[in-house]
Antibody, heavy 119, light 107 residues
C-alpha cells in the first residue's frame, strides 16, 4: 500500500529553524516527484515546489524561492521541507504529495504537518 | 505565472442536484488540469487528472471536461458526502498553481 507519512506537529518561535519530513513507502520513491503545498488557516492550497528524488531535480515557486529548502534522501525514501528562520506568517498546514510525471496529477497525499510559529 | 480562477467561490446545494464548477486559466494549459476534493481536516484527494480522466476509485458521478483555458468539474447527482472544497491545479507551466477553491455546502 502506498503511504506518505509526514512528521508530527511543530510549535516554534520566530527565528527558529525547522525541518519537516515526508516518508514514502509502498512504491518506488525515486521514480515519483514529491511536491509540497502550504495551506494557511482557513485558506486555499499554495504550490511551493517539487523534487524528483531520483536525481534531486528541484523546482520552486518564486513566492517560496529563498524562503524554504526542499530536499530528499533517497536512501531512506524521505523528502524534506526546511526553514532557516521561521516567521509567524509561516504558521500553516504543510502537505506533501507524489506525482509520477512532472505534469501529472498528485495522486497520493500525506496527512499534513501543522507548523505553528508564535512567541 | 498562470492564474486559475474558479467559479463560484461558494455554492449551497441540495442532494441529487447537478453541480458545475468552472476553472479558467489565464493562458492556455492544454489538458494539464487536475481536480481535488478537500473535506474539513483532511488532506486533498485527486478526483480528475488531465482534465477528464477519472482517478481510480472515484465515484462515477464526478466528471471533468475542457481544454485550453476553460475547464469544468461536474457532479451529477450530488450526495451528502460531497460537501467539501474543490480545487483545480495546473501542471502545464512552472510554477504550477492552484485555483482559489470552491466550497460546496450541502443543504
Amino acid at each position: 500500500e502506498v503511504q506518505l507519512v509526514q512528521s508530527g506537529a511543530e510549535v516554534k518561535e520566530p527565528g527558529d529553524s525547522l525541518r519537516i519530513s515526508c516518508k514514502g513507502s509502498g512504491y518506488s520513491f525515486t521514480t515519483y516527484w514529491i511536491g509540497w503545498v502550504r495551506q494557511m488557516p482557513g485558506k486555499g492550497l499554495e504550490w511551493m515546489g517539487i523534487i524528483f528524488p531520483g536525481d534531486s531535480d528541484t523546482r520552486y515557486s518564486p513566492s517560496f524561492q529563498g524562503q524554504v529548502t526542499i530536499s530528499a534522501d533517497k536512501s531512506i525514501s524521505t523528502a524534506y521541507l526546511q526553514w532557516s528562520s521561521l516567521k509567524a506568517s509561516d504558521t500553516a498546514m504543510y502537505y506533501c504529495a507524489r506525482h509520477d510525471g512532472l505534469t501529472s496529477g498528485w495522486d497520493w497525499w500525506g496527512q499534513g504537518t501543522l507548523v505553528t510559529v508564535s512567541s | 505565472e498562470i492564474v486559475l480562477t474558479q467559479s463560484p467561490d461558494f455554492q449551497s446545494v441540495t442532494p441529487k442536484e447537478k453541480v458545475t464548477i468552472t476553472c479558467r486559466a489565464s493562458q492556455s494549459i492544454g489538458s494539464n488540469l487536475h481536480w481535488y476534493q478537500q473535506k474539513p481536516d483532511q488532506s486533498p484527494k485527486l478526483l480528475i487528472k488531465d482534465a477528464s480522466q477519472s482517478f481510480s476509485g472515484v465515484p462515477s458521478r464526478f466528471s471533468g471536461s475542457g481544454s485550453g483555458t476553460q475547464f469544468t468539474l461536474t457532479i451529477s447527482g450530488l450526495e451528502a458526502e460531497d460537501g467539501a472544497t474543490y480545487y483545480c491545479h495546473q501542471s502545464s507551466s512552472l510554477p504550477f498553481t492552484f485555483g482559489q477553491g470552491t466550497k460546496l455546502e450541502i443543504k
